[in-house]
Structure formats: structure tokens, C-alpha cells
């Protein structure tokens, strides 16, 4: 638990947006809204999405406008199935049925290619179009109810926070990015993944894995029975003869190391400086911006002496279960008028690749207001 915030920490202001409980109502409601070519929040098993009509190019236009998000960047189309993904992909080759199978409804975006039609608001232009489909029932209901109306059933949604920041996993948390410039937030919930889907392009002729996410890369190696590749060219799951090659100290490369390749761009960030520490140099660091007169907050696996400057978390010790807290936790610390955050790195296991590449990406974004 988070220990009471001193009341002279200052938190953020906002305007609050209308969050809807699901009911018949909001639902229909919902589907009107985006028949009009409005947006609507909707909670997903990830993160809430920000979705609009994936066949309206002004619907889809409005998404970048209130994300602030550059338009030449994709965004992902929801859909109530496979039958509706073969509207919006040109081809579903066999691996993506495969997949489809044994991953939909779930957590698993496919980078396909584009079928004629698909707006070029909603490819950012490019020859391929990603395509999920959710599991969360009020995702799944409101894909329906949208359909039901008379609409596409298939929502254009990006997390929905403002550009760069930290994906939002509750309805507070999106209310709190957007106030009352977005008409309905239907509320679901906190989001039980916590972390986008993982992404999957079979557009190349081979399966590349372009973000990790709480489906890792060697269930789908497993379950494709081919080579999941990163973008660089390397393997994303070390073959079994590698695994020899531990580093006892357990520095560089171990054989559960998390693959994410290439620098990490920003995102998911903190407003707030945020380090990432290695376990044996947290107490050291944290105790030295502590008497610089920092207020920190910590998050780590390693408990630390109380300090009335220092907000502490226990950090879980199961990837998932981290994941799931991820975006709430740094939320918290980010409202809490503090001048540095601290997260113990996290384990170099396979298990922790998809909160390792978030985390990465936080600390290059945070610190800028
Ligand atoms: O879990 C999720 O995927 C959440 C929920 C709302 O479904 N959505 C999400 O959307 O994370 P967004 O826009 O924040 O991230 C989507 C990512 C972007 O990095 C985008 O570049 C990539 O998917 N993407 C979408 N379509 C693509 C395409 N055709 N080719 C390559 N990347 C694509
Ligand atoms: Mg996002």
C-alpha cells in the first residue's frame, strides 16, 4: 500500500469527463456517439482505449486531434472476431489463423496487410493495418452494440492518453487526460494485463515481434512452430544451446535476458525524473537524493528504512502481477509533487521483457512537464 501523502504535496487539478458505468444505456448511447463520428473511452483486458469508427477517416481524425499524436502513426483496429479481421486485412495468411485461434479474444495485435478501403487515417498511410481483438466483455459488448447500430463494429482505438504519457488503466485515469473535451468514458474498471497488447508483424514473410506485451515471444514461437523474430534481425528467444552461456554475476546477457532491440524510444512517461537501479545501488542512491532534501518515491522489490521525504511501494515479485500495477503506480508518483522517482530493475528474465522494454521507455520520456 502507498503510505498517506503528506496533504502540502500538491496533486494535479482536473476537469472530469462523464464515465458511464455499463449498462443498455450507455452502450447505446456509446454506439450513437460513434455512429456520429464522436469518441468514446472504453476499458479493453490491456489499457482503455480511444476509440472511433475505424471506417469514418474524420472519426479516426479526431483521435490525433485529442491525443496530440502525430498523424502518420498507426493505429490499431478492434474487431468482434476473426470473421471481421478479414475486412480489414487484404490476406490472413495461415500463421494468422494460427494465432488467431489460440490467442483471440486476447491480448495480441497482428501487423497484416491492408485491405482496400482501410482508411488511410487509420494505417498512417502505410500498406499494412495492426488488428486485435479484445477479450474484455465491455470491449466485446461495445464492438457489438456498434455493429448492432448500424455501425462498422470495428473501433479505431490508441491507449488513451495524450501522446507519450503513461497509458491509462483505470476511467479516472483516462478522465484525467482528456476532462471534459471527451463526451463518454465507459468504465470497466481497472484493466487486469495493465500493459499494451504485444505486437506481431506477419506482414514481412516472417513473424516480428515490434512490441512485447503479456504474450510473450516463446508461447507464440511455440504455438507458430517458427522463429519469432525483433525488428533487428536477431531472434527474440535464444535457442536451448545458447542457455550455457550464464553469466554468474549476473551481468550482460543470461540465457532469460529480455530481447528489445534498438534504442528505446520515449513513452510511457513520468512528468517526474524516473531512474531505473540496479538492487545493489538502490539504498545508496535513494538515501543520497534523500539528503540532498529530495522527495522521492521508490518502488522495489528491497525495502528501505522509513523517511518522511521517501513514498515507498513494494514492488511484486511476478512479472504479471508488476504489469498490472505498472501505469497506476507511476500515476501516483507522478501526482505526488515528488522531484525523483526510483524503480528497482527489474529481474533479466524472459517473464519480465515486456515490463523491462515499458519501464525502459519511461526513464528516456520522464522529466519533461
Ligand atoms: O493493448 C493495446 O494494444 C491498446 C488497447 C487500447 O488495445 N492499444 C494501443 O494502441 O496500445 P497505441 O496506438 O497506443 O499503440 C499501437 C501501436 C503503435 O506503436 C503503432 O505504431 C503500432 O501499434 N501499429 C499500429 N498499426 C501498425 C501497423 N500497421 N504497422 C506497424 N505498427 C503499427
Ligand atoms: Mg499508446
Redesign the pocket.
Known amino acids: 500500500m502507498l503510505q498517506a501523502l503528506p496533504s502540502a504535496w500538491p496533486s494535479r487539478k482536473t476537469e472530469v469527463a462523464r464515465i458511464e458505468a455499463v449498462s443498455p444505456q450507455s452502450l447505446q448511447r456509446a454506439a450513437e456517439l460513434l455512429k456520429a463520428g464522436e469518441l468514446v473511452a472504453f476499458p479493453?483486458?490491456?489499457?482503455?482505449?480511444?476509440?472511433a469508427d475505424a471506417a469514418s477517416p474524420d472519426a479516426v481524425a479526431r483521435i490525433f486531434a485529442a491525443k496530440g499524436?502525430p498523424s502518420n502513426?498507426?493505429?490499431?483496429?478492434?474487431v468482434r472476431g476473426k470473421d471481421d479481421a478479414a475486412r480489414w486485412a487484404a490476406d490472413l495468411p495461415p500463421a494468422a489463423h494460427v494465432l488467431m485461434d489460440r490467442f483471440w479474444p486476447g491480448?495480441l495485435?497482428l501487423?497484416?496487410p491492408?485491405a482496400a478501403g482501410v482508411p488511410d487515417a487509420?494505417?498512417?498511410g502505410?500498406d499494412?493495418?495492426?488488428i486485435?481483438c479484445?477479450s474484455h466483455p465491455v470491449?466485446q459488448a461495445l464492438l457489438q452494440a456498434f455493429a448492432d447500430a448500424g455501425g462498422s463494429g470495428a473501433l479505431a482505438?490508441?491507449?488513451?492518453?495524450r501522446f507519450g504519457r503513461i497509458?491509462p488503466t483505470t476511467a479516472q485515469h483516462v478522465a484525467s487526460e482528456f476532462g471534459d473535451r471527451l463526451p463518454l468514458v465507459l468504465d470497466g474498471g481497472a484493466c487486469q494485463?495493465g500493459?499494451?497488447?504485444t505486437?506481431l508483424?506477419l506482414?514481412r514473410g516472417k513473424a516480428v515481434l515490434?512490441?512485447p506485451?503479456h504474450v510473450g515471444a516463446a508461447e507464440l514461437q511455440d504455438v507458430l512452430g517458427e522463429t519469432i523474430w525483433l525488428p533487428d534481425g536477431c531472434p527474440a528467444v535464444l535457442p536451448v544451446d545458447a542457455r550455457h552461456e550464464v553469466s554468474p554475476d549476473g551481468q550482460g546477457v543470461t540465457p532469460d535476458t529480455p530481447r528489445v532491440s534498438g534504442a528505446l524510444a520515449a513513452h510511457y512517461a513520468p512528468r517526474t525524473p524516473m531512474t531505473l537501479v540496479p538492487p545493489g545501488l538502490l539504498a545508496s542512491q535513494v538515501q543520497a537524493a534523500l539528503q540532498g532534501g529530495a522527495k522521492v518515491g521508490v518502488w522495489s522489490r528491497e525495502t528501505l528504512p522509513e523517511h518522511p521525504g521517501m513514498l515507498w511501494r513494494a514492488a511484486p515479485d511476478d512479472a504479471a502481477v508488476f504489469a498490472h500495477m505498472l501505469y497506476a503506480t507511476l500515476r501516483e508518483f507522478d501526482a505526488a509533487g515528488l522531484d525523483h522517482i526510483f524503480v528497482q530493475e527489474p529481474p533479466r528474465e524472459a517473464d519480465w521483457a515486456a515490463v523491462s522494454d515499458r519501464l525502459g521507455r519511461a526513464v528516456t520520456g520522464s522529466g519533461k512537464a
Do not use: W
Request: charge should be positive; aromatic fraction near 2%.
Open positions: 479493453t483486458e490491456t489499457v482503455y482505449g480511444l476509440g499524436r502513426h498507426p493505429v490499431i483496429v478492434h491480448p495485435t501487423i497484416l491492408r487509420v494505417t498512417g502505410q499494412t493495418v495492426g486485435r479484445p470491449a482505438a490508441p491507449s488513451a492518453n497509458s494485463v500493459i499494451e497488447s505486437i508483424d506482414s515490434l512490441r506485451g
